[in-house]
């Protein structure tokens, strides 16, 4: 069993929304840097957004801020992403990560963490 699952992927016109959900099969993530990757097909997994633990600090690459967000609810032990004006580019498939050590801020390298989930796949149309 991977140790993070997500859910919420779809299939979207463009300008639509979208609400992804991460959380830990088996630990609570409150004390994690979390983080959202995509991978297109043939492409590279690229960085989407992170978090830090507290979830008062976060971080997106340039072409989706203004319209994802990430968000930890601790109480449900869940990390979001609030994904609106969906553009065809966005298409991908969305993986969940969390780096085991609170010593980096918030990284943006697939690398720097070490537990992923399978992702959830989020396609959409013109």
């Known amino acids: 069993q991977a140790p993070l699952l997500e859910s919420g992927g779809g299939s979207v016109q463009m300008g639509g929304s979208l609400r992804l959900s991460c959380t830990a099969s088996?630990?609570?993530?409150?004390?994690?840097?979390m983080a959202w990757f995509r991978r297109a097909p043939g492409r590279e997994r690229e960085f989407v957004a992170a978090i830090n633990p507290s979830g008062r600090s976060t971080y997106l690459m340039d072409t989706v801020a203004g319209r994802f967000a990430i968000s930890r609810d601790t109480a449900l032990n869940t990390i979001s992403l609030q994904m609106s004006d969906l553009k065809p580019e966005d298409t991908a498939r969305y993986y969940c990560?969390?780096?085991?050590?609170?010593?980096?801020?918030?990284?943006?390298?697939?690398?720097?963490?070490?537990?992923w989930g399978l992702g959830t796949q989020v396609t959409v149309s013109v």
């Open positions: 990560a969390a780096r085991r050590y609170n010593d980096i801020d918030l990284p943006t390298r697939a690398q720097d963490y070490d537990a």
């Open positions: 088996r630990r609570a993530l409150s004390h994690w840097p």
